[in-house]
């Protein structure tokens, strides 16, 4: 009967995270329509751009929805390390991000960086943490 529940929960798991998976691809496919459509597959027009961010929009929230289940179905120790990881990145997030604006308002940075290099470093920061987590309490 236990083995019975632990293939029900490990079953339930890899649902949830096929899932989040699918989320994270349908929301990264509707982002890069949403930037890249206006000049490369619609020329500018208003009504399509806009229907793409709503698209976006809309994934976004199943993305969100989704990784509450995710969060929801993972063992004690899976969240912890999780909750870790997103911790550090929320402060990584906040803290350089507010250092790099209070910096750019003082006129003390020369190079200005394109917006797409924060996510870009806060998906770094938070594989990492979740590396280190892993490491840490595996």
Do not use: C
């Not at 976006?56 to 199943?62: D, E, H, P, Q, T």
């Not at 308002?105 to 917006?115: E, F, H, K, S």
């Not at 943490?129 to 595996?138: D, M, N, P």
Request: glycine share 10%; hydrophobic share 55%.
């Amino acid at each position: 009967m236990q083995a019975q529940d632990q293939t029900d929960i490990h079953r339930d798991s890899m649902q949830a995270v096929v899932r989040l998976a699918l989320w994270t691809l349908a929301w990264t496919s509707t982002l890069a329509l949403a930037r890249f459509g206006p000049k490369s597959l619609w020329d500018s027009q208003p009504v399509a751009s806009w229907a793409a961010v709503a698209g976006n929009l809309a994934a976004g929230i199943g993305w969100i929805v989704a990784h509450a289940r995710y969060l929801r179905g993972i063992d004690e120790l899976q969240r912890k390390i999780t909750q870790d990881a997103l911790a550090v990145t929320l402060g990584v997030g906040w803290v350089g991000g507010f250092a790099y604006f209070v910096a750019d308002a003082a006129d003390l940075i020369a190079y200005r960086a394109n917006i797409g290099v924060f996510p870009a470093l806060l998906a770094v920061v938070y594989i990492v943490a979740i590396g280190v987590g892993s490491l840490r309490y595996g």
